[in-house]
């Protein structure tokens, strides 16, 4: 079933390490329905699925979060990108997918070295003064090492670790064919979009994996920021990166973390927290394009209270169009306006059957938990949970730009009450949300949609002729049609065909034994021969059968 989609001899030894694992933890039975044991068999593996679950006791988020570790750094970021999908998950799968982390060992600077040079073009010493062999960070994507440049800059190298491309496609390979399973056999699994997720998940992969796409993310930043003395992004040294490395200005700050060391600084702790969701605000809801990881580890705070940030390896994008939807939500959940949140959620869930009374009830009963409570005074985690739990309930999905902004609003509502347990990030968003609606609906804005608008419909108009023409032309040859596709499960088939080939092997075997039986009591040397034979033919039956029963576990 997935042996066509993998390249066989390259992702056996992937597929089979997996399989393991998933058997190990208890989910055997996901492995044998996927075909997973079938194409260990044939690369020469033996699976004992009789084997002692000895985690059995732990409860499924639990196995599927060790399982996960376990399978590696790729498995790790897709329960990572999961834990922001609340609109999926119960709490406690979310909370489960929350305690991944990238725990991986550092790799050898023998084996880094290599590929180092090669990426310079030279020897280390012909570009650094500098440079620590010992990783001052380590991720499973990458490890980041301190340096100085001939120019007495002070700089970190972060350089992508060997060979992890190939392991990172081989699972991206295994986990498309996965969720194209899934989708098709599943109407359980169907419902949570696994093709969209593993989509979205592939590319947000590729795009870490290039470690320049992080420097042109971090400039894009920057230069949106050029006149904000408050943030610093870190300056990138473009002769020395490339997809591999990533050489960029070292900020030293006191991490965000560290409360202590920011108090012994004198540094407003309040004034820190409303600079930082100012600039993320900013981000999200003027530039529509945002750091989406602004935890305590990327975060650095400078003298005069400035912020640092780093890693932008994960960005989040969001269309003007999306940001006005956004807004326009807040704004129905405040005004009591049920049918605009409706509506919007309705745009958000695409395509998918929706029970529309039903939700325009149970928005309802939400926007009323909202009644008489002023914009600055919600709590976003709370309203982002209850939002998500409403979406679960009706098996709506958030788009995937939109799963990002959630998980950055809490992952910011929570180191702002670490800094001032007063803050509101609402509060801090309300100016920013003001002036997007008034830019949104002044005369040169409307002026500029009612144009796009009316283009549009004038080449639809223009264009309709030509369409109709063609739907003319193929009815008059005939070759107008209707396509019906109906997916069929093709395990079930598969299945079913082994059983119809046991049971007419089986047939055959009790009639050459019973024939055989006949045969062995009339007199003559022939007939014995022939018995004989048959009691051969039976037998080799007879073990053949029982070698496939065994086989298939």
Partial sequence: MILGTLNAAKD?????????????????????????????????????????????????????????????????????????????????????????????????????????????????????????????????????????????????????????????????????????????????????????????????????????????????????????????????????????????????????????????????????????????????????FFHADPHPGNLFFLPENRIAFIDFGMVGRLTEERRAQVIHLLQGVISRNTSQVVRILLKWAGDAPINTESLTTDVDGFIDQYHDVALKDIDITTFITDLMTLLRDHHLMLPPDLTLLMKTLITLEGMGRQLDPNFNIVQVASPFMRRALFKRYTPDALLKRGWEGFSEMMELMTELPNDLHRILELARRGALGVRLEINKPEWLGKELDRVVNRLSVSLITSALIVGSSIVSTVEGGTSSFLGLIGFVGAFMGGIWLLFSIWRSG
């Fill in 12 to 288: 056996l030894g992937r597929v089979h390490e997996i399989a393991l694992i998933l058997i190990r933890y208890g989910f055997g039975d996901v492995v044998r329905r996927l075909g997973l044991a079938n194409i260990i068999d044939r690369a020469g593996k033996v699976l004992h699925w009789a084997e002692v679950e000895e985690l059995a006791h732990l409860e499924p988020p639990a196995r599927v979060r060790r399982a996960l570790e376990e399978m590696g750094p790729t498995y790790v970021k897709l329960g990572q990108i999961l834990a922001t999908r609340a609109d999926l998950f119960s709490q406690e799968w979310i909370k489960e997918f929350t305690k991944l982390q990238d725990q991986v060992r550092a790799v050898p600077f023998s084996e880094v070295e290599p590929q180092l040079l090669e990426d310079l073009g030279g020897e280390i010493d012909d570009f650094f003064s500098e440079f620590e062999r010992e990783p001052l960070a380590t991720a499973s994507i990458g490890q980041v090492y301190r340096a100085c440049l001939k120019g007495g800059q002070q700089v970190v190298v972060k350089i992508r670790r060997p060979g992890i491309r190939a392991i990172v496609e081989a699972d991206l390979r295994l986990l498309k064919q996965l969720a194209e399973i899934a989708d098709r056999e599943s109407i359980d699994l169907r419902r949570f979009q696994p093709k969209e997720i593993i989509h979205q998940f592939t590319l947000s992969m590729r795009r870490e994996l290039d470690l320049a796409g992080e420097g042109r993310n971090s400039e894009r930043i920057a230069a949106s920021f050029s006149n904000d003395p408050v943030l610093v992004i870190p300056t990138v040294y473009w002769q020395l990166t490339c997809e591999r490395m990533n050489v960029q200005e070292y900020i030293d700050g006191i991490p965000a973390r560290d409360l202590v060391a920011i108090d012994s600084a004198g540094l407003d702790r309040q004034q820190l927290a409303n600079s930082g969701a100012d600039v993320v605000m900013k981000m999200v809801l003027e530039d529509g």
